[in-house]
């Protein structure tokens, strides 16, 4: 899966670097994610392990995470937080995980994927559906019953209705994924 090191020793890695209430977040996502894969025939164990590895960076101060991901356009400069998933990438490249579609996961987990990665659209509900938040349990159930790419399609469409709502822009990367769940299958 990684070649070089463990996923508990990924665990450890993560668990050292973010808070306590962002730890359990993070065992709730990666449980769900699992959980998820599974229900839609994907590899649960990859599934749970981007889900361990999403939130690495989420507490690292900001001057941290644009040292590991620098900002690429105007929205990532405005809101730095913006910038944890593809931080997480970074440390998880360094921690020694090749796994592409993980990899493709973890950074996605913000902006949102090619719906051809299916580890990333469950990572993706897990992280917005995680029973700990208290919403979006909907789209939660959709996923679990077998059908991720309407439940994915969902969560995008309720992220962008969410951010223009409050006038928050909108990054584009998830504009762009939006557009093209607008008109996949």
Not at 30 to 52: H, M, Q, S, T
């Amino acid at each position: 899966m990684n070649g070089t090191v463990s996923t508990a020793e990924l665990k450890e890695r993560v668990k050292a670097l973010v808070r306590p209430e962002r730890w359990a977040h993070i065992q709730r996502v990666a449980a769900l994610a699992r959980e998820i894969a599974e229900k839609n025939g994907l590899d649960g164990e990859r599934a749970y392990l981007a889900g361990i590895l999403h939130d690495a960076a989420r507490d690292l101060p900001l001057e941290e995470l644009a040292r590991l991901a620098p900002p690429e356009n105007e929205v990532e400069e405005a809101h730095p937080l913006a910038l944890h998933g593809r931080a997480a990438r970074r440390l998880a490249e360094v921690w020694g995980v090749g796994d592409l579609e993980v990899l493709e996961a973890v950074e996605g987990h913000v902006y949102g994927v090619d719906p051809r990665n299916g580890l990333g659209m469950a990572l993706y509900i897990a992280d917005i559906s995680e029973p700990g938040r208290g919403v979006n349990g909907e789209i939660r159930d959709l996923a679990l019953s077998g059908n991720l790419l309407e439940a994915y399609r969902l969560a995008v469409r309720n992220k962008v209705e969410y951010l223009k709502g409050k006038g928050i822009p909108v990054h584009p990367r998830t504009l762009a994924v939006y557009q093209s769940l607008l008109h996949a299958p």
